[in-house]
């Protein structure tokens, strides 16, 4: 019995599995630039807390939040044009996510699709010709990789009762 419910138990995680960045390792970089840098190479993914800070040569500018599927950049200063051709690039565990979408949700100006790249393992965005204000916010959803075409899984009532059924044919065929 105890074999059974792990098997159920493994069967049912492994139907709702999803990608998460949690977990992963991300690393982070941002050139050519003499003022900007990350305060940390490279991060663990943990919810509530952001991974990386952007730090210029006087504090920090910028905080990079990731979650499960998306990153929240957070701009930590009054106001900033930034001009001198930067590109934040951030490398994520391969595979598990192949586009992205972006919102801007408040006091940012410039941000455009065309600003990000992102080839399923590293995403840059170019910050040149964006003017961010106190508390400014992008959110990047990173979209889960679709993959091949998956071969087609039972739903989860089907398998279980085939599960049911080979563990009734064991049994008779114990007796």
Sequence with gaps: MKKLLLALGLLSASLTANATLVGTEVSCNIEPSAI?????????VAEGAAEFFIDSLFSSEFALDFDATSLQIEYLGIELLAEAGEFLSLTIMPGLFDSLAFNV????????LSDFSFDGETLEFDFNNTLWSEGSVVIIDLIENAGPDPVPMPNAPTA?????GLVGLRRLAKK
């Design 36 to 44: 900007y840098f990350c305060h940390q190479p490279t991060e663990t």
């Design 105 to 112: 949700v408040s006091g940012v100006t410039g941000v455009e």
């Design 160 to 164: 279980l009762l085939m599960l049911a």
